[in-house]
Nanobody
Framework: VQLQASGGGLVQAGGSLQLSCAASGRTFSSYVMAWFRQTPGKEREFVAAISGGGGRTSYANSVKGRFTISRVNAENTVYLRMNSLKPEDTAIYYC?????????????????WGRGTQVTVSS
């Protein structure tokens, strides 16, 4: 599976962005998909995950209520809608995939990674 993230950019605090991650392959619905983010000097941290069918989701406490993960399996795409953005959301955002059932939050549980997309939130 190859993943390609897009949609990052510069936004003011309180604004919104939507990230997209397009996947190759014909078994996309078999994969749990997730978003992680990373800032310089810090480890890559979990943001959100969604089950293969889209019926289950999980969020980091820091983004719960502001971010929404979704997927369209017919389009092999997973999205991250980010509302009420804060300067501390500034990071490189990565999409990741794993052929599993449970929604892992540990980055080591994911086998496939896309190149990151930069999100910058100005105060």
């Amino acid at each position: 599976v190859q993943l390609q993230a897009s949609g990052g950019g510069l936004v003011q605090a309180g604004g919104s962005l939507q990230l997209s991650c397009a996947a190759s392959g014909r078994t996309f619905s078999s994969y749990v998909m997730a978003w992680f983010r990373q800032t310089p000097g810090k480890e890559r941290e979990f943001v959100a995950a969604i089950s293969g069918g889209g019926g289950r989701t999980s969020y980091a406490n820091s983004v719960k209520g502001r971010f929404t993960i979704s997927r369209v399996n017919a389009e092999n795409t997973v999205y991250l809608r980010m509302n009420s953005l804060k300067p501390e959301d500034t990071a490189i955002y990565y999409c990741a995939g794993a052929k599993r059932y449970d929604l892992a939050i540990d980055r080591r549980e994911y086998d496939y990674w896309g190149r990151g997309t930069q999100v910058t939130v100005s105060s």
